[in-house]
């Protein structure tokens, strides 16, 4: 897949920005807080449906403004698809494919990204929520229709939590709440979807992680991964972190993940009540990395840290490219190299430079290794400049309210200047 043009309003910093993309590797240039990341976070977007750097939605807005637009033309092979959503401040986001309306839930199906980014060394030494948050991104992108699977999921663990919150408040006991049992039913019959679709990500990230890792530090640690999940009785937030657990563990028998899902309900009931919390299911679970047969979080050097966060990117883009009809998913290297010694910089280098597309965003452009060193692009207070050989153009004047005629916010929300810059779509290909 490649990323042709991209079309931003009211994203971030920007008031409109125009930024054209070519096969290969494609450098953004440009100081800290100039808006380089903010143009790979909307491709992101596109892709898992959230930022990589915020939980919600509200920040990716323009200070001011109610709605973000993000457009891409993507290239499929000979088919080219134009994307669209507009990320509200407040309510549903809506989206646009081929100029159609659609759902937000189906641009995954069309946008397959892999971002390596600093931020993903928390993935490593963070809380679990970080590790479950990188898991649900890429389980969107390999399976689509899980975004709606999770949405659900998060909606009925609200509105059963404040149920036993209010439970708690009133002193009722566990017999009088008649409705928690529909609650249950409904938590155990998505949570059990998404906790069997983790264990099958793990599983098959595995071979990929430990390659990947191998050709990024130079030498086999061992890498490992696994769910401690709180059905089988491992619960980061109660220090409990079991072994490998997953459908089909020995010692749970013939259970089924929902069987022992519901067993684990009925057993903390009384301990929910006392609390207020809904303390099973995959909102409870994390994602243990190991090295040397050591956990990476408390254990790990930080070369070790960053080498298993990068491996899990390059496992988790092998995976997409070998799943994909849509040929190899975009690599985004968010000022990535920065953080890593020369040895690490070169093999990272030599590993992603194959990919059908690279974008590369760096404050230093001594950092970016020779081999990615290809379309440059800078980025200076919001102003987009392209420096193709072949045409070192300006592009649009974005991010300020004197942008160049044409581009403005309101021109752009009507189509004008934006639709333009992204005719030639063919709806039928």
Known sequence: MIVEHLSLVDFRNYATAELTLHRGPNVLVGRNGQGKTNLAEAIVFLATLGSHRVSSDAPLVRDGYDAAIVRARLAHGRRTVLTEVQINRQGSNKARINGAPGRPADLPRYAHVVLFAPEDLQIVRGDPSARRRFADQLLIQRTPRLSAVLADYDRVLRQRTALLKSARARGLKAEALSTLDVWDDKLIALGSEIIDARSRLAADLQPGVTAAYAS????????????????????????ALR???????AEDGADTTAELFRAALLAKRAAELERGLTLVGPHRDDLVLRVRDL??????????????????????????????????????LDDVFAELDAE?????????????????TAAVEEDIPEVLHRHVVRISAGTITDERPSS???????GADDARPGTGADDARSGTGVDDALSGTDDDD
Do not use: F, N
Request: a negative charge; proline letters at 8%.
């Open 392 to 398: 070192r153009s300006a592009r649009s004047g974005t």
């Open 295 to 332: 956990p990476v979080k408390g254990y790990a050097s930080h070369g070790e840290s960053w080498s298993i966060a990068l491996a899990l990117r390059l496992a988790s883009a092998e995976l997409l490219r070998a799943e994909s009809p849509a040929g190899d998913p975009v690599l985004i």
């Open 216 to 239: 990024i530090a130079g030498a086999d640690h061992d890498p490992r991964l696994h769910w401690a999940q709180s059905i089988r009785g491992g619960d980061p937030e109660e220090g």
């Open 344 to 360: 690490r910089r070169r093999r990272l280098a030599g590993i992603t430079a194959g990919y059908e597309q690279v974008l590369v």
């Open 243 to 249: 072994e490998p657990q997953g459908p089909g563990d």
